[in-house]
């Protein structure tokens, strides 16, 4: 990364398009680039500098990284528009028993003893088991941004309610960050322009008891100076 650009790495389904807004408004001299990685490389071009900083869910393996936590996503079942779960508005792991169930080798989402019957083919990614789902193959579990993605007139999703959520970080390296990577964390985080993290904490808001009884000091103190400059002034005359 040099001085002059800072570029955001984000796997299908992550969105820094707010982020990359704010940053245009307070940075307009330094361009942020935004690029699409696959979910198996976000990681490895962290590490190796390709991209400054990437918008992932997180891997078992984040050696080297920094990772900082940003939402949960909802775990949805992506199926056909006239398949039998779109009955109801959200299904459990038990309504999946006995469903056959797509798993392509770019999965990201982290549940053991899933529900259903795994199909023997693996899909190589999850827009090819997107195609799958719509040819009646299978069922498909995803997290809901990618359900959005890769939407199809043909199918919809519906939440599981009792699957387990999936993360959504963003990654950069550990150590010391850049400066322009501690403005972007910044903006991430919701900083206002101007702040810092070394920035104190602002002053606690007071109570209504609190404010009352300062304005009655006040006005006390107040009484006094008064009273003592009246009768200063009555002794010069």
């Known amino acids: 990364m040099t001085q002059s650009q800072l570029t955001v790495g984000y796997v299908p389904g992550g969105t820094p398009a707010k982020w990359a807004r704010i940053w245009a408004e307070r940075h307009p001299e330094v361009p942020l680039q935004l690029r699409v990685v696959a979910a198996s490389d976000a990681v490895a071009d962290v590490r190796t500098g390709e991209i400054d900083v990437a918008v992932l869910r997180p891997p078992a393996d984040i050696s080297g990284l920094a990772v900082i936590p940003l939402y949960e996503e909802t775990t949805v079942a992506v199926v ?55 040819a009646g193959i299978g069922v498909l579990i995803v997290p809901q941004s990618l359900a959005r993605l890769y939407h199809r007139k043909d199918l919809t999703y519906r939440p599981i309610t009792d699957a387990p959520t999936c993360p959504v970080a963003l990654a950069v390296p550990e150590g010391p960050q850049p400066e322009l990577l501690e403005e972007f ?10 702040s810092s993290r070394g920035q104190a904490q602002p002053a606690p808001k007071r109570t209504a008891r609190e404010k009352t009884a300062a304005k009655q000091a006040a006005r006390a103190a107040a009484g006094k100076v008064t009273g003592k400059s009246g009768r200063a002034g009555r002794g010069r005359r």
């Open 185 to 194: 964390i910044g903006v991430v985080r919701g900083r206002k322009p101007g």
């Open 80 to 134: 056909p528009i006239e398949h039998i779960l779109t009955a109801v508005d959200e299904i459990t792991a038990a309504d999946l028993d006995g469903e056959p169930v797509l798993l392509p080798l770019d999965d990201v989402v982290a549940w053991v003893g899933a529900p259903g019957t795994l199909v023997d083919h693996r899909p190589e990614t999850t827009r090819d088991a997107i195609e799958l789902v719509a």
